[in-house]
Antibody, heavy 119, light 106 residues
């Protein structure tokens, strides 16, 4: 059974940073791309970043490029998202999502971790 | 960036009725469009991928159609469990985008 478990969210002041983690199980981790998708309170879903299975292919949304860094440790079955220079507009639930296992859309999602940025 | 516009924003229907949701792309995304269902406090769930293919375990009352810039999600006969928010998402390039969502309410 595929499981994605996010952690690392919390309350942070504007300008601060956090490191989010997503621990995965139930599939061959290094074979698949993982993404981060966020959702502001009451808002739409927004793709943030994707990292390929080997870690060599990385893509970012323009809104976070230069502030967020995605990485992965295939020995720990974990993908990370370092979020920095945070503003109140970054307040959101951050989801980890898996694509490519069945389809090339987001087949599986974690439950999310909430990042709240205070001014 | 491909902008996805969903309409209507809210759809008020009753159980047993047919729901028709629209997603329009600002440029062609071929058939690289998916639909997700999201309920309050839950992560999204993939319903339809590549415009018209049902994801694993999705009931046959959900169907998708379209290509290029115009797409439709149809729920043939609404069940009480179907009242939720639905999002479309394109994967035609690596700047993935979602639509703003359609809320299907009673």
């Amino acid at each position: 059974e595929v499981q994605l478990l996010e952690s690392g969210g919390g309350l942070v002041q504007s300008g601060g940073s956090l490191r989010l983690s997503c621990e995965a199980s139930g599939f061959t981790f290094s074979n698949y791309a993982l993404s981060w998708v966020r959702q502001a309170p009451g808002g739409r879903l927004e793709w943030v970043a994707t990292i390929g299975g080997s870690g060599e292919s990385i893509f970012y949304a323009d809104s976070v490029n230069g502030r967020f860094t995605v990485s992965r440790d295939n020995s720990k079955n974990t993908v990370y998202l370092e979020v920095a220079s945070l503003t109140v507009d970054d307040t959101a639930v951050f989801y980890c999502a898996l694509s490519g296992l069945v389809t090339f859309h987001f087949d599986f999602w974690g439950r999310g971790t909430l990042v709240t940025v205070s001014s | 960036e491909v902008v996805l516009t969903q309409s209507p924003a809210t759809l008020s229907l009753s159980p047993g009725e047919r729901a028709t949701l629209s997603c329009r792309a600002s440029q062609s995304v071929s058939s690289y469009l998916g639909w997700y269902q999201q309920k309050p406090g839950q992560a999204p769930r993939l319903l339809i991928y590549d415009a018209s293919k049902r994801a694993t375990g999705i009931p046959a009352r959900f169907s998708g159609s379209g290509s290029g810039t115009d797409f439709t999600l149809t729920i043939s006969s609404l069940e009480p469990d179907d009242f939720a928010v639905y999002y479309c998402q394109q994967r035609s390039n690596w700047h993935l985008t979602f639509g703003g969502g359609t809320k299907v309410e009673i």
